[in-house]
Structure formats: C-alpha cells, structure tokens
C-alpha cells in the first residue's frame, strides 16, 4: 500500500503518460477546439493524480479550474478568435 | 451486505467497460451517444449502489452523486446530439431522418 | 407558502449535502436556504405550489421510480447484446413522436427518461413534436413510434404533472 | 474495515482502466469533433466511478466531494461546447 501511494508508483506513471499523450495530441491538432477539449482531459487525469496522492483539496481546484473555467474560456476565445489553426 | 455490495461493483464497472466498447465499435455519432449515455449512467449507479452497501454512512452523499448523474447525463446528451444535428453530421446508413425533413419544410427552424 | 416550500427543499438539499447534524450546519443552512428562496423561489416552487402536498402525485412518483429502473435495466442489456454482437445488428433512424403533456416541466422528464429508454435518445423537442434517434426503427409512421416509446411513461407523468 | 478481496479489486480496476483507454482513444481518432465531445462525457462519467472507488480504498469520506465537484463542472463544459455549435455562447 505504501509504495502504491509513493509518487513513483506504477498507476501515476501511467496517468503521467497518458497526461503526457494527450498533451502532444492538444500540440499537434490543427481544429483549436478539439485541443481544448483535450486539454480538458488533461485535467481530468491531473485531478485523478492528485487524489491518489491523498491531496483532495487540490483535486477539487484542479477539477473547478480544468474542467470548468479553463473549458469555457478557451471557447469564448476560439469564438472572438479564428477556429482553425494554420 | 457485504456480498450485494461486490456484486453490484461486478456489474457497475462490466457495464462501464460495455459502453466504453460501444463507444468504440459504434458507426456514427448518434449511436456513439446511446451506448454512451445509457451504459455510463447504468454502470455508474451500480458502481456507487455498490459503494453505499459496503459504506452504509455514506449513503446521503452517493444518493446525491446519483441523482445528480441521473440528471444532467441525458441532459448534456440530448444538447449535444441537437448541436450535432444542427452541424450537418449525417447519420450512417441510409436511415430515415425525419428531423431533416421538418427542417427542409421550415417546420423547424434551422 | 411558495417561500416556505422552497425554503424547505433546498434545505432537505443542504441537509443531503452536508450529511451531518452539527448546530452550526442547520443554522447556517436554515439561512442559507431562506436567502436564497427569497430570489429563486417561485421558480423552484412553480405556479401551484399545493402540487407538492398530494400524496397520489408522490405514489405516482414512487411507481414511476420503480418503472423507470426497470427500462434501464432493460435498456442496458440490450446496448450489451448489441455491443457485443459480431455484426452489430442495428438499423438506426430519426422518428417523430406526440405527445398529450402539456407543462415544460413533464415534458423535459419525459424526454430524460426517454433518453434512458432501450434503444431510444432525444434529439429535439418542438412543441407537443419529440424527434428521437432511434436504434432500431420498427415503423416509420407517427402512431407506430408513439406507442412503442411514449405512452409507458406518459401514464404515469399525466397524474405527476398536470 | 472490511476491505474487498485483491481479484475483486483488480477486476474492476482493470475494467475502469480499459474503459477510459477506449474513451481516451475514440478522443484522440473521433472524425468529427462531435465525437471527441461523446468520448468526454463518457470519460467524466468514468472518472466520477474512479474518483468514488478511490475514496472507497482509502476509507476518505471527503473524496466523494471531489467527485460531485467535478460532474458539476464537467457538464458546464460540455453544454458550453453545444452553445457554441448552435453559435450561442
């Protein structure tokens, strides 16, 4: 139990990867809405990673912040903005 | 108690891994949303029915987590589908669309 | 009345919420509740508020609880046999049903448990006009739909509702 | 406290696991963006579970607030992208 709560237990590795994955992903997509909804799931597994680590209270920042704000002032952006990257 | 409570985390998280395959084998975006809506919302209320068998003190808060689910899952769905119909997404086959048709005939506004 | 109402039900929220019965909790809740009443509450309460108090509404409630766990089962069964099946036998379309409900309220429950429905989702509502995705179309003519897929809940919203 | 048997708890994380994978995958290949959003939503479902089986292991009861937090939060997102489809926001 205790080295599955370490920070270099294996589930953080892959949550860390997956993190990683997806942050590349958010890089190369050309459509600027799709990176944002991957960069929403970005925070979703940051906040995962958190609460494994036995830290709730920046969990429940994380997810406000991610999920909720980040989300929503990306779109008002992309909508002042241009869609598409070129 | 103990038991119900294993086997409705049994059949939570199988429903969960079902739905998720849904998502993945499904041919367009309207049936994507089914196997996603209905599969996570089932697998969900199982999972943490599950949880509040072995936890009995923690049944206020799961109730309030499911009722909530319950809720806004169909809700976020049905926004998107009409979103995505209203983009032009077609459906897969040659399958019946009389939501188009209302709209060619200006019954619904575009 | 109305204020009353609704300050009960978001203090049963806050009490759910919250999960414990501290002195300080309660007062705070109580407050809370009131305030918040005094700007929401004819929305929360709507127009008549003596609804809330009749028991044949709420037995109709429990009924339809029990009728709407049934179809999830029901539904949830076959999104498995259709996912797990080599060919994935569906048949998909857009169909039109009516309905007799009236209030916004009963119809935004009825598209809800619609979506929840075997093979069923809700793309729009348009007037007493549902447009529904549906997986597995068995006829395309508007009497057909209703009866496959309304009138099961409609029985049971009609006494909750109106 | 009761704790669960080890096959029981590696059944279900395994069955989460694989359950996100796929959503993550149908995020990353979805032709439409309509299809990233689906692979979203159902992730955020998936993840509430998870954030729940979390607290249940540890024996936390504030960790369910997490959860509760994060699906209110989640579906601000999702219908802030329908808005912007049907050129609201």
Redesign the interface.
């Known amino acids: 139990m205790n080295f599955l709560q370490s920070p270099l237990s294996p589930v953080v590795t892959l949550l860390s990867i997956?993190a990683m994955g997806?942050a590349l992903?958010a890089i190369y997509l050309k459509?600027l809405?799709?990176a944002s909804?991957?960069a929403?799931?970005i925070s979703?597994v940051a906040?995962?990673i958190f609460?494994?680590l036995?830290a709730?209270d920046v969990?429940?920042t994380e997810?406000?912040i991610g999920?909720?704000?980040t989300?929503?002032v990306f779109?008002?952006a992309?909508?002042k903005t241009e869609r598409y990257e070129k | 108690m103990k038991i119900v409570g294993e086997i409705f985390l049994i059949i939570g998280s199988l429903f969960l891994f079902l739905s998720a395959l849904g998502l993945l084998r499904m041919p367009d975006v309207y049936n994507r949303m089914q196997a996603g809506t209905k599969g996570t919302t089932f697998g969900a209320f199982f999972s943490i029915l599950g949880v509040m068998a072995m936890r009995p003190e923690w049944f206020l808060k799961g109730l309030s987590i499911i009722i909530f689910i319950l809720l806004t899952n169909p809700l976020s769905s049905h926004a998107l589908l009409r979103a995505t119909h209203r983009l032009g997404v077609p459906l897969a086959k040659k399958a019946i669309d009389a939501y188009a048709e209302d709209k060619e005939k200006g019954i619904v506004e575009k | 009345m109305r204020l009353l109402l609704s300050t009960l039900v978001l203090f049963l929220l806050w009490m759910m919420f919250v999960a414990s019965l501290d002195p300080q909790e309660i007062v705070t809740g109580l407050f809370v509740a009131f305030f918040t009443s005094l700007i929401t509450g004819s929305v929360i309460a709507g127009k008549e508020p003596l609804k809330w108090l009749s028991p044949k509404r709420w037995f109709y409630f429990f009924l339809f609880a029990l009728y709407f766990i049934k179809e999830l089962t029901l539904a949830n069964l076959d999104v498995a046999y259709r996912v797990i099946h080599p060919r994935l036998p569906i048949n998909p379309g857009i169909v039109r049903v009516k309905t007799k409900l009236k209030t916004p309220i009963a119809k935004l429950v009825l598209a809800n448990s619609i979506t929840m429905t075997p093979g069923t989702i809700t793309v729009d509502v348009h007037g007493d006009t549902l447009y529904i995705h549906w997986i597995d179309v068995k006829g395309k003519d508007v009497e057909t739909a209703t009866k496959n897929i309304v009138e099961g809940f409609e029985k049971y919203l009609e006494v909750i509702f109106e | 406290m009761n704790s669960l048997p080890l096959w029981l708890e590696i059944t279900v994380g395994v069955f989460i696991g694989l359950a996100t994978l796929m959503a993550?995958w149908r995020?990353?290949r979805?032709p439409t963006?309509s299809d990233?959003?689906v692979g979203?939503d159902a992730?955020?479902t998936i993840?509430m579970v998870?954030?729940v089986m979390?607290?249940f292991f540890?024996n936390?009861y504030?960790?369910l607030?997490?959860s509760l937090?994060?699906g209110?939060?989640?579906f601000?997102?999702v219908v802030?992208?329908a808005r912007?489809f049907e050129g609201g926001?």
């Open positions: 997956l997806l992903l459509d809405l799709a909804v991957a929403g799931f979703l906040s995962i609460l494994y036995q709730p969990a429940m997810a406000a999920a909720g704000i989300t929503v779109i008002i992309v909508r | 993550v995020i990353i979805g963006l990233r959003v979203l992730a955020t993840t998870l954030l979390i607290g540890s936390r504030i960790y607030d997490v937090v994060y209110v939060l989640a601000l997102g802030a992208i912007y926001v």
